[in-house]
């Protein structure tokens, strides 16, 4: 090989490993938002010193796994067209983003107890406010309830959705019946209280 | 003093030390599910020397706080009547319990870093059986939906009061909305589907 071939084989192997650990630790802080950096290594089939050589902390892995989350989680959100009916788009919101945002919430926690509140605030200020914007918008076209503040309505969509992924993970309840109990709930929680 | 009256004295001060500790483990773990022994024993105005004298480690600690919580909350969900109608029912034992059902959740995390899973699953099966009951009974009445499992309805429940209890040791929730806010989701939610 070319010594500038050789150095992108080795800059392209770099590459694979540090997305083999970000997955790995996605995976490893979903189901124990405590795990080590060890567990991480292992998960992704890597040294210690291979994982601190792309990522120097376990802070710096945290927030580069909830940043890596969120990107995909935002590149879901803008691929969705939320400006149609509330309900369906509330509805292909949770479909097609729930198990994501499930995870997110988990790697979320874990940021939490690392990194500094402001940031953990910025990082997933852009998700949260998209739905927060959804939520608002049924409520105005008189789709969602008002007796109850949109925060509240929000805050209930992401703990539903949280709980659910924690039962999947725990086994009590199977992951693909999950979109349909958290729609069918959380669409029946946000209905205008003056149905009859 | 005489001897019996000083032995009798040093029993109350032991009973008074340890109380104090279980309140502080509670309010403690309640917060952080990892709070420390020490942590504890200063919230508890004790020493560590003392702390241990009572609970010889931090799961036996631990799983008296749970024991404790849990028997408080069977003592507020055996003085509810829930015989009368489902949906009054489960408003009342949200209004009781949410506080209650909240703190033990956060224990209940912590106890499940420590403590064998059937102890932990032994330890809540009561309270949790007497909420299926009331969503089963409601569901066989027709005033609760039967698309979803009642297991999902119950775990909903949890879910809400859960997330509520975060949101409101965050700041992010008025502690004194919560009841109103969780009883009007939840009854929302587990309204039958074939409302028109």
């Known amino acids: 090989m070319s010594q500038p071939a050789a150095k992108a084989a080795r800059r ?13 630790a996605v995976a490893c802080l979903s189901r124990n938002s405590d795990a080590s950096v060890s567990e991480i290594a292992r998960a992704a089939g890597v040294g210690r010193v291979t994982l601190y050589g792309h990522f120097p902390s376990r ?7 909830l940043t890596r989350l969120l990107a995909k989680g935002n590149a879901v959100l803008e691929g969705l067209d939320l400006a149609g009916d509330p309900r ?3 509805r292909e919101l949770i479909e097609s983003s729930w198990l994501l945002m499930a995870q997110a919430s988990a790697v979320l926690q874990a940021a939490q107890a690392v990194l500094p509140p402001g940031r953990v605030r910025t990082l997933h200020e852009h998700p949260e406010q998209r739905v927060g914007d959804l939520v608002r918008r049924g409520q105005s076209e008189g789709v969602f ?3 109850l ?4 309505l929000v805050s209930l969509l992401h703990h539903v959705m949280k709980g659910a992924a924690a039962d999947a993970a725990q086994g009590r309840l199977d992951q693909a019946d999950a979109p349909r109990f958290i729609v069918d709930t959380v669409l029946a929680a946000y209905m205008p209280v003056d149905r009859g």
């Open 12 to 24: 392209a192997d770099a590459q694979r490993n540090a997305e083999k650990i970000l997955d790995a």
């Open 59 to 65: 802070e710096a892995l945290v927030e580069a796994a």
């Open 88 to 90: 369906s788009a509330l």
């Open 145 to 147: 309830r008002v007796d």
């Open 149 to 152: 503040p949109a925060g509240w």
